[in-house]
């Protein structure tokens, strides 16, 4: 299983980018996706997540009502709509999989996840 994450980019405050996964390999209706990010200097954080059936969705109180993650299983694909982008954003973002049953929901764990992208920076200057 193969993820490539793109859509990341220089932007200004206040700006949207739209993030995009590609998953290759495997069988991406089986999978949770999730979103996180690294910071210069700070720990990874878990930034969205979607379930295998898309029904459940989960965000951190830091991007709640900015950001917006959905699924295209026929294109193999997660994505991560993000307005009014904050320089607090700047980060690496990467996208993850794993398998799981579909009754599962959104996963917030990254240690959970079996197969991970690799990142896209986002830059938001103020």
């Known amino acids: 299983v193969q993820l490539q994450a793109s859509g990341g980019g220089l932007v200004q405050a206040g700006d949207s980018l739209r993030l995009t996964c590609k998953v290759s390999?495997?069988?991406?209706?089986?999978?949770?996706v999730g979103w996180f990010r690294r910071a210069p200097g700070k720990e990874r954080e878990f930034v969205s997540g979607?379930?295998?059936?898309?029904?459940?969705?989960n965000y951190p109180d830091s991007v709640k009502g900015r950001f917006t993650i959905s699924r295209d299983n026929d294109k193999k694909t997660a994505y991560l709509q993000m307005n009014g982008l904050k320089p607090e954003d700047t980060a690496v973002y990467y996208c993850?999989?794993?398998?799981?049953?579909?009754?599962?929901?959104?996963?917030?764990?990254?240690?959970?996840?079996?197969?991970w992208g690799q990142g896209t920076q986002v830059t938001v200057s103020s």
């Open positions: 979607i379930s295998r059936s898309g029904n459940d969705k």
């Open positions: 390999g495997g069988t991406f209706n089986r999978y949770a």
């Open positions: 993850a999989t794993k398998s799981t049953l579909l009754t599962v929901p959104a996963i917030t764990d990254p240690n959970l996840y079996d197969y």
